[in-house]
């Protein structure tokens, strides 16, 4: 097997502005209102994938974080199935080709499936591979989508907006550039994380039960979020922070309002995410105006965006109002020192329990996947790292 049948590659993660929440198609994944993210830099948080095929094969084979998984799961399948029925109509690579078993072997550098979006990078980064490897030419957000709904917008870097589209196919229901990773490079991101464990109700399950349960959330996709997405393009346009702020906390809230709406409510934040929401709210209260934003995805960990010169400051607060026996607390980019210390004294919030936030990760906006060499499949299609 030679070096052109194994394809890597490493794609990013995105966090939401305005929420994609609610399916209008459960197996297109065809979502009920456009959304707008940020697409976060690779070199901190990544999804990394191997893909390669070979008549030797017996069967479809996946490695997930170095344990052998099911290729059974109707997203992965659907995928598959879907890349190769292009392949054979675009006659991309040979009939034979087509009958040949993959094997997938994929990591991530941060935690899975625990509210972190590592559902949108891992799947970016396997039809991104895939369709390499299977030599189609076609739109690949319309790929990762039917992986994972907020993939979609995984497959380019920047600012990102994902088309919900009304086509019943799903043909437009894709994702397109607002903005590349260069656009605003004094944007960061600081991702609080409370919790790393599995969430209990994923948000498939979460969404599904607020389209059936929740008037919320028509109204939300009705009036709300077109006026949302519109606005927040034009501010990131033209960088103008406040106003991307205000939208931002304004559409986690209501997102999760939606979930409280959904019955039974699915409770994603906790009691530390409200104090987080309570803290930026106090933070941007003592400046006078909007510097830093929250957003919550389906679990408690914040991400909180802001543009550079607010970070040392930002990092001082969380570190008095969080304190750590975590040395180290603040990764990625790391901690910078040198913010303001008056908030401090002034503060109206008191410093919480020790160990309440696990750690920072200090981010950055970033492009969309790339191919890299440094493969996790060997020449012969095994494994490397398998736990
Ligand atoms: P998250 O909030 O991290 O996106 P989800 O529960 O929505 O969590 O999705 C987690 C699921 O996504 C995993 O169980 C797995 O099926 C899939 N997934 C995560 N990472 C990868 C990856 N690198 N490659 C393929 N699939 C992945
Ligand atoms: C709260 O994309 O994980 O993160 O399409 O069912 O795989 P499926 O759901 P998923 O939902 C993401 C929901 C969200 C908001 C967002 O990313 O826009």
New binding site residues.
């Given amino acids: 097997m030679d070096e052109m049948d194994r394809v890597t590659v490493i794609a990013p993660v995105n966090i939401a502005v305005i929420k994609y929440w609610g399916k209008r198609d459960e197996k297109l994944i065809l979502p009920i209102n456009d959304s707008v993210s940020v697409t976060l830099d690779t070199s901190i948080m990544c999804?990394k994938?191997s893909v390669c095929f070979g008549p030797e094969f017996t069967e479809n084979e996946?490695w997930?974080n170095g344990v052998k998984t099911s290729f059974s799961?109707p997203?992965?399948v659907n995928v598959l199935d879907k890349i190769k029925n292009i392949a054979a109509t675009q006659r991309s690579v040979d009939n034979a080709v087509l009958s040949w078993k993959v094997r997938?072997c994929?990591?991530?550098n941060f935690?899975?499936?625990?509210?972190?979006?590592?559902?949108?990078?891992?799947?970016a980064?396997?039809v991104t591979a895939l369709a390499k490897l299977y030599k189609i030419k076609t739109d690949v957000s319309v790929l990762a989508r039917i992986?994972?709904g907020?993939a979609c917008r995984s497959v380019f870097g920047g600012f990102v907006r994902w088309h919900a589209g009304v086509n019943a196919d799903g043909s437009d229901s894709i994702a397109t550039q607002i903005a590349d990773s260069t656009h605003w490079p004094e944007m960061k991101a600081l991702i609080l994380v409370v919790s790393d464990i599995?969430?209990h109700t994923?948000?498939?399950v979460g969404m599904m039960n607020s389209v059936n349960t929740s008037d919320l959330l028509k109204y939300r996709a009705k009036y709300t979020v077109p006026r949302r997405t519109e606005e927040i393009s034009e501010a990131i346009l033209k960088k103008d922070f406040a106003k991307f702020a205000e939208l931002t906390m304004k559409d986690s809230n209501q997102f999760h309002a939606v979930c409280l709406d959904t019955y039974p409510p699915c409770v994603y934040m906790t009691d530390v995410s409200h104090k987080i929401v309570e803290i930026i709210h106090a933070y941007n209260d003592m400046c006078g105006e909007l510097k830093v934003a929250y957003t919550f995805?389906?679990?408690p960990n914040a991400c909180l965006y802001l543009l550079d010169k607010e970070v040392p400051t930002l990092l001082k607060l969380i570190k008095y109002l969080f304190p750590t026996s975590n040395l180290d607390f603040v990764i990625g980019l790391g901690d910078v020192d040198g913010g303001d210390c008056k908030f401090l004294n002034s503060f109206p919030i008191q410093p919480q329990a020790k160990d309440i936030i696990k750690y920072v990760i200090h981010t950055k906006v970033g492009k969309g996947p790339e191919f890299v060499t440094s493969h996790l499949l060997d020449k012969k299609g095994n494994p490397l790292n398998v736990k």
């Fill in positions: 999804a994938t996946i997930l799961n997203r992965l997938v994929s990591e991530n935690p899975t499936a625990a509210g972190l979006a590592s559902s949108a990078a891992g799947y980064c396997l992986g994972s907020s599995k969430k994923s948000s498939t995805d389906a679990g």
